[in-house]
């Protein structure tokens, strides 16, 4: 089953929050680990801070997500359109695995 890519909004000026679940893709048992990598696709507009795994259980899009099964960061800046951002995390299966996953954030003006 193929999902499609989530969708975040923020304003040119806001600080969003951002949390990605990872639950689908990791094997029973396994966690995610380490400092997660995110990054813009096609540009360095925005900014990311506090990449982490989730250490509580947290809700995204409606659905728990259990701890170490979610990556969260907080993003500023960009222009109004649209960003494609790639999260990358490690995992504590072994041997040791590297998840990838994609979101996009819609940036709207700030009287929007």
Do not use: H
Not at 36 to 43: I, K, L, Q, R, Y
Not at 69 to 88: C, L
Request: charged share 15%.
């Amino acid at each position: 089953m193929t999902k499609a890519i989530q969708t975040q909004q923020k304003t040119e000026s806001e600080t969003r929050n951002i949390a990605v679940s990872f639950a689908g893709k990791l094997d029973s048992g396994e966690l995610l680990t380490g400092t997660p990598t995110v990054a813009e696709v096609t540009t360095t507009d925005l900014t990311f801070a506090s990449e982490a795994v989730n250490t509580a259980a947290i809700t995204i899009n409606g659905l728990s997500t259990a701890t170490g099964k979610a990556v969260q960061f907080s993003v500023t800046g960009g222009s109004v359109g649209t960003y494609e951002i790639k999260i990358a995390v490690s995992t504590d299966s072994t041997p040791g695995q590297v998840l990838y996953g994609t979101i996009k954030l819609k940036v709207v003006g700030d009287t929007n």
